[in-house]
Structure formats: structure tokens, C-alpha cells
């Protein structure tokens, strides 16, 4: 069993940056890959980055690509996505996913899913 708690989102404006983590208990952290999806409401949640157990791959959407990173630090159980040059249409919840499926053509999302953390991008 995994346990996600995420935190980091609030209100920003267009073209400031968010740090997002997802902590992670249950299991051995490094062992696993782990990813970030967000939803808006009325629309599917979408995948938005992945990161490997070792932390040395990642995938990105395309649409976040050269402005997101994820990372990890496993001593910290700890994934990030650093959010920068933020636009009105990254609003969303932001979800952290734990024992995904990683594989070279990209990532597919376990049962395991945090609470969530609302980034709001005003324009």
C-alpha cells in the first residue's frame, strides 16, 4: 500500500513558477516510477510528466515539455515537478501517481493516486 500526499499549488500569474512535491509512504520509494497527471473539471485527467526509480528518466506531454521538470530525491521519498512559465491553461488539479508502469515509450498510471493540489494560473 502507498500513501501520496501533495502540496505546493496555489494562485500565480501567468509566467511564475511552482516547486510541486508528492511525498510518498509505503514500499520502497526507489523502486518505483513515479508520475504527475492533472484534471480540470469536466474533462479526463491527462498525463503531464514520469520519472523513473532511479530518477535518471523521464517523459514529458508535450505541452509541458521545456517548461516542466520532474525529479526525485528517493532519501526524501519526495517527487517534484518544477512548474515554470506558467499559462492560464496548466490550471488544474495537480495529481501525483506511484507505481506506474514506465517504459521507454512512456508511462501508464497505477490504482495509486494523491489527494491532488489546485494550481491556478491567472492571465
Known amino acids: 500500500q502507498v500513501q501520496l500526499v501533495e502540496s505546493g499549488g496555489g494562485l500565480v500569474q501567468a509566467g511564475d513558477s511552482l516547486r510541486l512535491s508528492c511525498v510518498a509512504s509505503g514500499g520502497t520509494f526507489s523502486w518505483y516510477a513515479m508520475g504527475w497527471y492533472r484534471q480540470v473539471p469536466g474533462k479526463e485527467r491527462e498525463f503531464v510528466a514520469a520519472?523513473?526509480?532511479?530518477?535518471?528518466?523521464?517523459h514529458y506531454a508535450d505541452s509541458v515539455k521545456g517548461r516542466f521538470t520532474i525529479s526525485r530525491d528517493n532519501a526524501k521519498n519526495t517527487v517534484y515537478l518544477q512548474v515554470n512559465s506558467l499559462k492560464p491553461e496548466d490550471t488544474a488539479i495537480y495529481y501525483c501517481n506511484a507505481r506506474g508502469t514506465f517504459y521507454s515509450g512512456g508511462y501508464l498510471a497505477s490504482g495509486y493516486w494523491g489527494q491532488g493540489t489546485q494550481v491556478t494560473v491567472s492571465s
Open positions: 520519472v523513473s526509480g532511479s530518477g535518471y528518466n523521464t
